[in-house]
């Protein structure tokens, strides 16, 4: 049997009674669009997170997208962002018309460089948009210095980083909007496709209402400025607000993975054999992807294959070196931290549910494989 790096069937035959009762609830409510499971789970999620609003949206990608509108950001307005990202991130930038400007991320724990942020501002940057990748938070209190200091706004991407705190802040309460995905590898993940914003500004939140159900006041059916068609289906949010009670529960068990990884390759790292994820004071990882690094990547990778253990990259590709975005201007060798990490890391299989006899495979083989590279 093949060892995939990520599966939710193991967490769905745990919870298919619940799984299958959410469906059913919504199924039976009468209500299949904007119904109590969506206003429930947008409740839930603010509380969680200790802020005023939430709004369900459709996927990870349209809330980036449609946060950024929420906040002002348009057409021409540069958006401060990293290549090492998920496309998406970008991608969403760049929809709304607006222009993505890269800075390099940090060589121990690949998360956005914030010392190199001050020098990427000009007279028409309007957003940062710092992403929490792999489930750590950047470094937010010099980016709020930056942002204050020239009247920006931020924007989290938090769609690796549901529940991830950073000096006791949790991942999405500290920008102006934070958007969030729930595709269902994700940290807190749907049944399909699924995304929130999350803010205490209270302008933002009824832009963000407005900008998901056509650019219409809910109740007056009138279009102020176009907006899209892009709600948080019932039945997902009914399946997220069953999970997000089980959220901290899912983190305790990503940690208690994570740690075994680094009990079973600590030595390796030691040795300087392998690249184990760091985490820097104060941030608390959630672990998203575990994410190792070896110049040798791509044979590792072949050879547990071999042995049936399929690994993933994220991300092989860093965006400004995609074909979509050459328009960009951004030259091989721009960002090398960037581009360097993209050549030698990948991720070792990691969800809650993840069995114990599947990780020990992954942990003896990974040795296996290292020790006769
Ligand atoms: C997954 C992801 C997205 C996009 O979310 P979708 O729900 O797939 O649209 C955006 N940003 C980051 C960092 C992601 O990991």
Same mark, same amino acid.
């Given at each position: 049997?093949?060892?995939?790096?990520?599966?939710?069937?193991?967490?769905?035959?745990?919870?298919?009674?619940?799984?299958?009762?959410?469906?059913?609830?919504?199924?039976?409510?009468?209500?299949?669009?904007?119904?109590?499971?969506?206003?429930?789970?947008?409740?839930?999620?603010?509380?969680?997170?200790?802020?005023?609003?939430?709004?369900?949206?459709?996927?990870?990608?349209?809330? =980036?997208?449609?946060? +950024? #509108?929420? !906040?002002?950001?348009?057409?021409?307005?540069? $958006?401060?962002? /990293?290549?090492? &990202?998920?496309?998406?991130?970008?991608?969403?930038?760049?929809?709304?018309?607006?222009?993505?400007?890269?800075?390099?991320?940090?060589?121990?724990?690949?998360?956005?460089?914030?010392?190199?942020?001050?020098?990427?501002?000009?007279?028409?940057?309007?957003?940062?948009?710092?992403?929490?990748?792999?489930?750590?938070?950047?470094?937010?209190?010099?980016?709020?210095?930056?942002?204050?200091?020239?009247?920006?706004?931020?924007?989290?991407?938090?769609?690796?980083?549901?529940?991830?705190?950073?000096?006791?802040?949790?991942?999405?309460?500290?920008?102006?909007?934070?958007?969030?995905?729930?595709?269902?590898?994700?940290?807190?993940?749907?049944?399909?496709?699924?995304?929130?914003?999350?803010?205490?500004?209270?302008? =933002?939140?009824?832009? +963000? #209402?407005? !900008?998901?159900?056509?650019?219409?006041?809910? $109740?007056?059916? /009138?279009?102020? &400025?176009?907006?899209?068609?892009?709600?948080?289906?019932?039945?997902?949010?009914?399946?997220?607000?069953?999970?997000?009670?089980?959220?901290?529960?899912?983190?305790?068990?990503?940690?208690?993975?994570?740690?075994?990884?680094?009990?079973?390759?600590?030595?390796?790292?030691?040795?300087?054999?392998?690249?184990?994820?760091?985490?820097?004071?104060?941030?608390?990882?959630?672990?998203?992807?575990?994410?190792?690094?070896?110049?040798?990547?791509?044979?590792?990778?072949?050879?547990?294959?071999?042995?049936?253990?399929?690994?993933?990259?994220?991300?092989?590709?860093?965006?400004?070196?995609?074909?979509?975005?050459?328009?960009?201007?951004?030259?091989?060798?721009?960002?090398?931290?960037?581009?360097?990490?993209?050549?030698?890391?990948?991720? +070792?299989?990691?969800?809650?549910?993840?069995?114990?006899?599947?990780?020990?495979? /992954?942990?003896? &083989?990974?040795?296996?494989?290292?020790?006769?590279?």
């Amino acid at each position: 049997m093949t060892i995939r790096v990520w599966d939710y069937l193991p967490e769905y035959e745990e919870e298919q009674a619940d799984i299958l009762d959410a469906v059913r609830t919504v199924f039976e409510s009468g209500q299949l669009i904007l119904g109590e499971s969506v206003r429930g789970f947008e409740r839930e999620f603010a509380a969680y997170h200790g802020v005023d609003h939430c709004v369900g949206v459709d996927n990870g990608t349209n809330a =980036v997208k449609l946060g +950024l #509108r929420a !906040l002002g950001i348009g057409p021409g307005d540069e $958006v401060i962002t /990293v290549s090492n &990202t998920a496309a998406p991130t970008v991608v969403a930038i760049d929809d709304v018309g607006a222009v993505p400007v890269f800075v390099d991320v940090r060589e121990d724990d690949y998360l956005m460089d914030t010392d190199q942020v001050a020098a990427a501002v000009t007279p028409r940057t309007k957003a940062l948009l710092p992403v929490h990748l792999y489930g750590q938070c950047v470094d937010m209190a010099p980016l709020r210095q930056i942002a204050d200091r020239h009247g920006l706004v931020i924007l989290e991407d938090c769609a690796q980083a549901h529940g991830a705190r950073r000096n006791g802040r949790l991942a999405g309460t500290m920008g102006d909007a934070a958007a969030f995905s729930f595709y269902p590898t994700k940290v807190l993940g749907a049944y399909g496709d699924g995304g929130a914003v999350v803010t205490s500004d209270a302008d =933002v939140d009824r832009n +963000l #209402r407005r !900008l998901r159900y056509y650019g219409m006041e809910d $109740v007056y059916y /009138v279009v102020a &400025t176009p907006g899209y068609n892009s709600r948080l289906d019932e039945v997902q949010a009914e399946i997220l607000r069953r999970k997000l009670g089980r959220l901290d529960k899912y983190t305790a068990q990503r940690r208690a993975v994570a740690e075994r990884y680094f009990d079973g390759l600590g030595d390796l790292a030691e040795a300087g054999d392998l690249v184990l994820p760091a985490t820097t004071e104060g941030n608390e990882h959630v672990y998203y992807v575990f994410v190792v690094r070896h110049p040798r990547r791509d044979e590792i990778i072949e050879r547990l294959r071999h042995h049936g253990i399929s690994l993933n990259i994220s991300y092989p590709w860093p965006v400004h070196t995609m074909t979509g975005f050459q328009h960009l201007g951004y030259a091989r060798g721009a960002l090398p931290t960037t581009e360097r990490l993209a050549d030698e890391i990948f991720s +070792l299989p990691m969800y809650p549910s993840l069995p114990r006899e599947r990780q020990d495979r /992954v942990i003896d &083989t990974l040795r296996e494989v290292l020790a006769t590279l």
